[in-house]
């Protein structure tokens, strides 16, 4: 066997496992593997009533709120809507109008009188 053929040869071997070993750190990385729950509590540290439980599956969102009017002052988790479109933002404004001016979902003729 010539020189050129040996390094060659070891060569494509150094190559290989290189390749190997990089494939092989890259899988271990892969996902990470996360120790924090489903459900996860953030808040601002700069205001206490920023308090936010997230569901890291669903991505849905809940703020701690505190009522103040019902007996007890409970605290609960509230849920928080979300809005990803132009027609959510329109069904979300026509439910936040007041019933007096919201405009009549189902048109009926008016009843007739007996003549």
Known sequence: M??????????????????FSSLSQAQQRGVPDSTCGRFQIFFNPNVRADTFLVDTQTGKVWRMTTYTDVIG???????????????????????????????????????????
Not at 2 to 15: A, D, E
Not at 79 to 94: A, F, G, N, T
């Open 2 to 19: 010539g020189f050129n053929k040996v390094f060659t040869i070891s060569t494509l071997i150094v190559i290989l496992l290189v390749l």
């Open 73 to 115: 002052n409970p605290t609960i988790w509230q849920y928080m809507e979300r809005i990803d479109s132009k027609e959510q933002l329109d069904k979300w404004i026509h439910l936040q109008l007041p019933i007096d001016l919201k405009p009549p979902i189902d048109l009926k003729p008016p009843l007739e009188k007996d003549k």
